[in-house]
């Protein structure tokens, strides 16, 4: 008997090893899969189309289809909203002129929430001037609150640009981002600063991609959203 439970042991630890291997091998593998479509994404992103705003300074690449539909820009204000020809929020874009980017914003959201179709997504590009950290903490408050400040500053794949953090002011128990911290944001935010065109650039990018590659149903490995966003820079604006 001891035997045989010496043998069921033996073969246990066995398959366990075993098993072991084949999903470490297979994490490896899906893992070089990744990264093997984002070094061929990072090359065919440089050669998507370019869109760009002279009167706001701002440009960036995007794909020519995307996931059921194609994309579509407009300005109001001084914000860049980018969205899918179908949407409702580009039905109704005559409805977003305004004096106040705040009352635009405002409106897209109240359009958007009315929208029951699918997919929906949308960037809207918030572009402000911007010389210090002063301004840019003031954009912070504007758009998050007291209790939101500015993080660290660290260069972007485009020079002369710079992607901004957004940090509490008072950082939670375990971390800065817990959500008992004062500045708890759920979501991607891209926050861009220049200062050589003294301008910044803030949207939110969602939980998920709002932007997925044509033809590609998942969201984790075919969101273009990361792309497009690494390819921002700001321009000279037309006088």
């Not at 869109?51 to 579509?72: A, M, N, W």
Request: with cysteine.
């Amino acid at each position: 008997m001891a035997v045989k439970k010496t043998i069921v042991f033996l073969f246990a630890g066995i398959l366990i090893i075993i098993i072991g291997w084949i999903l470490n091998a297979r994490h490896q593998f899906w893992g070089l899969q990744v990264k093997d479509f984002e070094s061929q994404m990072q090359l065919q992103s440089k050669q998507w189309p370019l869109y760009k705003s002279t009167t706001l300074g701002v440009s960036f690449r995007y794909p020519r289809l995307i996931d059921q539909g194609e994309l579509v820009f407009f300005q109001a204000g001084d914000v860049v909203f980018v969205t899918r020809a179908s949407a409702s929020l580009y039905a109704h874009r005559n409805e977003l002129f305004s004096k106040s980017d705040s009352a635009i914003l405002e409106k897209a959201k109240s359009i958007e929430d009315q929208d029951t179709s699918f997919p929906k997504g949308s960037w809207k590009v918030w572009v402000r001037d911007a010389r210090s950290d002063e301004d840019l903490n003031q954009i912070v408050k504007d758009t998050f609150g007291d209790g939101c400040k500015v993080g660290e500053k660290v260069m972007s794949s485009q020079p002369g640009t710079y992607d901004v953090s957004i940090d509490p002011v008072k950082p939670g128990v375990e971390s800065k981002s817990d959500p008992d911290s004062s500045c708890f944001i759920n979501t991607r935010i891209s926050f861009k600063f220049s200062p050589r065109f003294q301008r910044a650039a803030l949207w939110n990018l969602g939980q998920e991609g709002a932007f997925l590659l044509n033809n590609c149903s998942d969201v984790n490995y075919c969101d273009a959203d990361q792309y497009m966003a690494q390819s921002f820079t700001f321009i000279p604006r037309s006088r």
